[in-house]
C-alpha cells in the first residue's frame, strides 16, 4: 500500500538555502559540521522514515478506538499505533530535539523544524505528543533540584512520556481561573488536589512512566494561592513514584484517568480528564520558584505553538500535492474556450487552477513563514555559542509565534475543506481519500494551545503595544525595502506589497490607538484576528515576492528544474494579487467598526 504522505522537500531546501541563506549560517561554529550536503542527507532519510514506518498506520488507526478501562484507571492504544510510537521513540529523530550532551553536535532550529514538518505531516498523532519531551527535558534540567534534573535523565533515557497539565472545566482559555491546589508537606513534597482535562496523552500504555507537569495553588502558605495567574507554580507529579537511584517505577500515584474523550479527529491521540488526590494523595515537588508557574510552562508553550503551525502547514502541504495529483488524473469535461474538443483532466480548468494556486502558494508561503521564524532562532543559537545573545532575532521569533500558531492553523482549516477536498468533488468526501481525514485532524490546531482569538490578543496586547511597536517597526522596515525596490518584472507585485504595507500600518495604528483607550478597548479586540491574519498576509506575501524573485533568476541555470521554479514565480504572483489585498479589506472593515455589535444584547443574536 502507497503511503498517504507527500512531502515538499525540494521546497524546505529551496526557502533553507535559496530564499533565506542558511549555507552561511549553517557554516557557523555552532553547528559544527551541519553543512548544507549534511543537511540534504538528514532531510532526504527523514523523508525515506515518514513517508515509510511513520505514515504506515495513519488511516487505520484512526477508526480503530482507544479502550478504556474504568476500574484500572488506564488507557490502552491500538497495538499498530503503539508499535509506530515506539518505532519512533527508538528511530533516533527524537534526539534532534533534545539539548546536545557534551559531545553532541547543535542541530539548526531551522533543519529541525523542516524534520518535524517531514514527522507532522506524515503522522500527526506520534510527534505532537512525543517531541515535548525534549521540552520538557530542557525545563527540568533548567530550573529543577538534583533530584528533578535527574528525572529528567530518565526521561530522556527511558523515552518516558510528559504532559502539560492546564486546562479544567472551568478554566479553558482563563488559565488564572484554575482550582486545582497544592498542599505543602513535611517531607518537601506537595499533595495534589482537583480535576485537569483536555489532557493530550493524559494515559496510555506506551511507556512504563508518564510525568506530568502540573499548574496548581500552593495552599496554606503565607502569599501563595492568590488568584489569577501569578498564584499558580508548576509541580512535577508522575503516574508511577520512582526510585532515582535505579530509575525503577515504584507503586502508583495519586492521579486517575476519569475521562476520555470523543473527538471529531486525531481520534488516536488519548484526550483525558485526570482527577488528582481522591483515594491517595497525588504526591509531587515544586518546579523552581513558587509562583513561577506559569513563565516556566510557557517556555513549552512556545514551542508546542509553533509546532501546532508547523502541524498545520504540513498538512495542508500533502493535501495540496493530493489535490494535484487527482486533477492531473480526473478527465472530465471540456476546455470553455474549446467546447469541442476532448475531455480533459481537470487540472486543465481555470476554477481548478484558482483553487490550486490558492493551496500552493498558502501552503509554501506558510512554510517560508515558519522558517523564516527558525531561522532567528538559528541566529540566536549562534549567537549563544559566541556568548552573547541576538535579542532582535529572539523578539522577532517571539513576535512571528502568534501569527504562525493563528494563521496557518485558520488557513490549513479553511483550504483544506474549501478547496483541497473540493478537488476531488463527491470522491474527496470518502474514506478512499485521506483529504476527510486531514480536515478533521486539523480542525483542533485553531483550538489548542490557545484558540486563535487568544492569539491575536497576544500579538496586539504582548507582541506590538507591550513591546512599543519595536519588533513590528523592524520586521516592516524590512518589507518596505523589498516593496520599495520596485524589482525588474515584478514591479505590478512591489506595488501591490506597498499597498498592502500601508494598510496593514494603518490597521495597526487604528487598534493599538482603541487598544490604549479604555472606552474603545472592546472596538480594539474585535479586529485583533483581522490583524493577526493580515500580518500572515503581510509577510507571506513578502516571503513570497522574494521567492519569486530569486526563483525567477534561478531559471537560467535550471536545466531540469526549470518547473518547480516556474512554479515558484507563479506563486508569489499569485499571492500578490489574491492574498496581499485581504490586507486592505480589513482595514476597511476596522475602519467601519461599531460598538453596536459588541454592546447588542446576547438575547438578540
Same mark, same amino acid.
Given at each position: 500500500?502507497?503511503?498517504?504522505?507527500?512531502?515538499?522537500?525540494?521546497?524546505?531546501?529551496?526557502?533553507?538555502?535559496?530564499?533565506?541563506?542558511?549555507?552561511?549560517?549553517?557554516?557557523?561554529?555552532?553547528?559544527?559540521?551541519?553543512?548544507?550536503?549534511?543537511?540534504?542527507?538528514?532531510?532526504?532519510?527523514?523523508?525515506?522514515?515518514?513517508?515509510?514506518?511513520?505514515?504506515?498506520?495513519?488511516?487505520?488507526?484512526?477508526?480503530?478506538?482507544?479502550?478504556?478501562?474504568?476500574?484500572?484507571?488506564?488507557?490502552?492504544?491500538?497495538?499498530?499505533?503503539?508499535?509506530?510510537?515506539?518505532?519512533?521513540?527508538?528511530?533516533?529523530?527524537?534526539?534532534?530535539?533534545?539539548?546536545?550532551?557534551?559531545?553532541?553536535?547543535?542541530?539548526?532550529?531551522?533543519?529541525?523544524?523542516?524534520?518535524?514538518?517531514?514527522?507532522?505531516?506524515?503522522?500527526?498523532?506520534?510527534?505532537?505528543?512525543?517531541?515535548?519531551?525534549?521540552?520538557?527535558?530542557?525545563?527540568?534540567?533548567?530550573?529543577?533540584?538534583?533530584?528533578?534534573?535527574?528525572?529528567?535523565?530518565?526521561?530522556?533515557?527511558?523515552?518516558?512520556?510528559?504532559?502539560?497539565?492546564?486546562?479544567?472545566?472551568?478554566?479553558?482559555?482563563?488559565?488564572?481561573?484554575?482550582?486545582?491546589?497544592?498542599?505543602?508537606?513535611?517531607?518537601?513534597?506537595?499533595?495534589?488536589?482537583?480535576?485537569?482535562?483536555?489532557?493530550?496523552?493524559?494515559?496510555?500504555?506506551?511507556?512504563?512512566?508518564?510525568?506530568?507537569?502540573?499548574?496548581?495553588?500552593?495552599?496554606?502558605?503565607?502569599?501563595?494561592?492568590?488568584?489569577?495567574?501569578?498564584?499558580?507554580?508548576?509541580?512535577?507529579?508522575?503516574?508511577?513514584?520512582?526510585?532515582?537511584?535505579?530509575?525503577?517505577?515504584?507503586?502508583?500515584?495519586?492521579?486517575?484517568?476519569?475521562?476520555?474523550?470523543?473527538?471529531?479527529?486525531?481520534?488516536?491521540?488519548?484526550?483525558?480528564?485526570?482527577?488528582?488526590?481522591?483515594?491517595?494523595?497525588?504526591?509531587?515537588?515544586?518546579?523552581?520558584?513558587?509562583?513561577?508557574?506559569?513563565?516556566?510552562?510557557?517556555?513549552?508553550?512556545?514551542?508546542?505553538?509553533?509546532?501546532?503551525?508547523?502541524?498545520?502547514?504540513?498538512?495542508?502541504?500533502?493535501?495540496?500535492?493530493?489535490?494535484?495529483?487527482?486533477?492531473?488524473?480526473?478527465?472530465?469535461?471540456?476546455?470553455?474556450?474549446?467546447?469541442?474538443?476532448?475531455?480533459?483532466?481537470?487540472?486543465?480548468?481555470?476554477?481548478?487552477?484558482?483553487?490550486?494556486?490558492?493551496?500552493?502558494?498558502?501552503?509554501?508561503?506558510?512554510?517560508?513563514?515558519?522558517?523564516?521564524?527558525?531561522?532567528?532562532?538559528?541566529?540566536?543559537?549562534?549567537?549563544?555559542?559566541?556568548?552573547?545573545?541576538?535579542?532582535?532575532?529572539?523578539?522577532?521569533?517571539?513576535?512571528?509565534?502568534?501569527?504562525?500558531?493563528?494563521?496557518?492553523?485558520?488557513?490549513?482549516?479553511?483550504?483544506?475543506?474549501?478547496?483541497?477536498?473540493?478537488?476531488?468533488?463527491?470522491?474527496?468526501?470518502?474514506?478512499?481519500?485521506?483529504?476527510?481525514?486531514?480536515?478533521?485532524?486539523?480542525?483542533?490546531?485553531?483550538?489548542?494551545?490557545?484558540?486563535?482569538?487568544?492569539?491575536?490578543?497576544?500579538?496586539?496586547?504582548?507582541?506590538?503595544?507591550?513591546?512599543?511597536?519595536?519588533?513590528?517597526?523592524?520586521?516592516?522596515?524590512?518589507?518596505?525595502?523589498?516593496?520599495? *525596490?520596485?524589482?525588474?518584472?515584478?514591479?505590478?507585485?512591489?506595488?501591490?506589497?506597498?499597498?498592502?504595507?500601508?494598510?496593514?500600518?494603518?490597521?495597526?495604528?487604528?487598534?493599538?490607538?482603541?487598544?490604549?483607550?479604555?472606552?474603545?478597548?472592546?472596538?480594539?479586540?474585535?479586529?485583533?484576528?483581522?490583524?493577526?491574519?493580515?500580518?500572515?498576509?503581510?509577510?507571506?506575501?513578502?516571503?513570497?515576492?522574494?521567492?519569486?524573485?530569486?526563483?525567477?533568476?534561478?531559471? *537560467?541555470?535550471?536545466?531540469?528544474?526549470?518547473?518547480?521554479?516556474?512554479?515558484?514565480?507563479?506563486?508569489?504572483?499569485?499571492?500578490?494579487?489574491?492574498?496581499?489585498?485581504?490586507?486592505?479589506?480589513?482595514?476597511?472593515?476596522?475602519?467601519?467598526?461599531?460598538?453596536?455589535?459588541?454592546?447588542?444584547?446576547?438575547?438578540?443574536?
Amino acid at each position: 500500500m502507497s503511503s498517504h504522505y507527500r512531502a515538499n522537500v525540494r521546497d524546505m531546501e529551496f526557502v533553507l538555502f535559496e530564499l533565506l541563506g542558511s549555507r552561511e549560517r549553517y557554516a557557523g561554529a555552532a553547528f559544527g559540521e551541519i553543512d548544507q550536503a549534511a543537511a540534504h542527507a538528514v532531510l532526504t532519510e527523514a523523508e525515506r522514515y515518514a513517508s515509510g514506518k511513520l505514515a504506515g498506520t495513519f488511516s487505520d488507526v484512526d477508526a480503530e478506538p482507544l479502550a478504556f478501562d474504568v476500574a484500572e484507571s488506564a488507557v490502552r492504544l491500538p497495538q499498530a499505533f503503539r508499535e509506530t510510537a515506539l518505532d519512533y521513540l527508538e528511530s533516533g529523530w527524537l534526539d534532534l530535539e533534545l539539548p546536545p550532551r557534551d559531545d553532541e553536535e547543535v542541530v539548526p532550529p531551522s533543519l529541525r523544524w523542516c524534520v518535524t514538518e517531514l514527522m507532522l505531516g506524515a503522522n500527526p498523532p506520534v510527534p505532537m505528543g512525543l517531541n515535548v519531551i525534549a521540552q520538557v527535558v530542557r525545563l527540568l534540567t533548567a530550573h529543577g533540584t538534583d533530584e528533578q534534573k535527574r528525572l529528567a535523565e530518565l526521561i530522556r533515557d527511558r523515552r518516558w512520556m510528559v504532559t502539560m497539565v492546564l486546562t479544567e472545566p472551568d478554566a479553558g482559555s482563563d488559565v488564572g481561573a484554575a482550582r486545582t491546589r497544592a498542599h505543602p508537606q513535611e517531607d518537601g513534597s506537595w499533595h495534589i488536589e482537583g480535576v485537569k482535562r483536555f489532557i493530550t496523552y493524559g494515559d496510555h500504555d506506551l511507556t512504563e512512566n508518564i510525568v506530568h507537569l502540573v499548574l496548581a495553588r500552593p495552599a496554606g502558605v503565607e502569599g501563595a494561592g492568590g488568584p489569577g495567574t501569578r498564584g499558580l507554580s508548576l509541580f512535577v507529579v508522575p503516574k508511577f513514584h520512582v526510585d532515582l537511584d535505579t530509575g525503577k517505577c515504584l507503586g502508583r500515584n495519586g492521579v486517575r484517568v476519569t475521562g476520555l474523550e470523543r473527538k471529531l479527529g486525531l481520534s488516536v491521540n488519548p484526550t483525558c480528564e485526570l482527577t488528582f488526590g481522591v483515594d491517595e494523595p497525588a504526591v509531587g515537588t515544586l518546579l523552581g520558584d513558587r509562583h513561577a508557574g506559569i513563565s516556566q510552562m510557557f517556555e513549552i508553550i512556545k514551542h508546542v505553538r509553533m509546532l501546532v503551525g508547523v502541524k498545520a502547514m504540513a498538512t495542508l502541504s500533502t493535501g495540496y500535492l493530493h489535490a494535484l495529483d487527482y486533477a492531473r488524473s480526473r478527465v472530465q469535461g471540456r476546455p470553455v474556450s474549446a467546447k469541442d474538443g476532448p475531455p480533459v483532466p481537470i487540472v486543465e480548468h481555470p476554477d481548478i487552477r484558482r483553487s490550486l494556486f490558492a493551496q500552493k502558494a498558502h501552503a509554501e508561503g506558510m512554510r517560508a513563514l515558519i522558517l523564516y521564524a527558525a531561522s532567528q532562532q538559528d541566529r540566536v543559537e549562534l549567537a549563544r555559542h559566541a556568548g552573547v545573545f541576538d535579542q532582535a532575532a529572539d523578539v522577532r521569533h517571539q513576535l512571528l509565534l502568534p501569527v504562525i500558531k493563528g494563521y496557518c492553523s485558520e488557513t490549513a482549516w479553511r483550504l483544506l475543506g474549501q478547496e483541497s477536498l473540493q478537488v476531488f468533488g463527491g470522491s474527496g468526501y470518502l474514506k478512499d481519500y485521506p483529504l476527510e481525514q486531514y480536515v478533521r485532524d486539523t480542525k483542533v490546531d485553531a483550538l489548542y494551545e490557545g484558540t486563535t482569538g487568544i492569539q491575536a490578543l497576544d500579538l496586539v496586547g504582548r507582541k506590538i503595544v507591550r513591546d512599543d511597536r519595536a519588533a513590528l517597526d523592524a520586521l516592516l522596515a524590512e518589507v518596505s525595502a523589498t516593496a520599495e *525596490a520596485d524589482l525588474a518584472g515584478f514591479e505590478t507585485e512591489c506595488g501591490l506589497l506597498r499597498t498592502a504595507l500601508a494598510d496593514f500600518e494603518a490597521l495597526t495604528a487604528l487598534v493599538v490607538r482603541r487598544w490604549t483607550s479604555a472606552e474603545d478597548r472592546a472596538l480594539a479586540a474585535q479586529d485583533c484576528t483581522p490583524l493577526l491574519m493580515s500580518l500572515g498576509d503581510l509577510v507571506i506575501g513578502w516571503l513570497s515576492l522574494r521567492a519569486s524573485v530569486t526563483a525567477q533568476a534561478a531559471l *537560467a541555470g535550471a536545466a531540469g528544474e526549470r518547473e518547480f521554479y516556474l512554479g515558484k514565480v507563479a506563486a508569489g504572483r499569485w499571492f500578490a494579487r489574491y492574498g496581499l489585498p485581504r490586507v486592505s479589506a480589513a482595514l476597511r472593515g476596522a475602519e467601519h467598526a461599531s460598538p453596536v455589535f459588541t454592546e447588542l444584547p446576547s438575547s438578540a443574536l
